[in-house]
Nanobody, 125 residues
Framework: QVQLVESGGGSVQAGGSLRLSCAASKYAYSSDSKTWFRQAPGKEREGVAAITGDGRTRYADSVKGRFTISKDNAKNTLYLQMNSLKPEDTAMYYC???????????????????WGQGTQVTVSL
């Protein structure tokens, strides 16, 4: 059973930065695709940034150039560096893990089997 635990959320002013972490249990393989999703109140969960087992990355248009996804396979930890934060980035952020996922479906919620509980990010003006 794969367990994912997010941390690093918080409140920040617009223009600020946060770094989210997602610690995975030993059963999450480094070859798995892993992705950060977010869900704002009243909105659907959306894919933000994904990283494949071989390190390729994919981003939602809304965060390109501001967010960076990375991972440390030795620590079994996924990261999301978020810079130039905007109020519209306010949401609960979740990490998700799956097996080998097709490039075109990396940012789709239906592609992932394992989910963390989420960490709240609030950006104020």
């Amino acid at each position: 059973q794969v367990q994912l635990v997010e941390s690093g959320g918080g409140s920040v002013q617009a223009g600020g930065s946060l770094r989210l972490s997602c610690a995975a249990s030993k059963y999450a393989y480094s070859s798995d695709s892993k992705t950060w999703f977010r869900q704002a109140p009243g909105k659907e969960r959306e894919g933000v940034a994904a990283i494949t087992g071989d390190g390729r990355t994919r981003y939602a248009d809304s965060v390109k150039g501001r967010f960076t996804i990375s991972k440390d396979n030795a620590k079994n930890t996924l990261y999301l560096q978020m810079n130039s934060l905007k109020p519209e980035d306010t949401a609960m952020y979740y990490c998700a893990a799956g097996g080998t996922i097709a490039w075109w479906s990396l940012l789709r919620t239906s592609s992932y089997r394992y989910w963390g509980q989420g960490t709240q990010v609030t950006v104020s003006l």
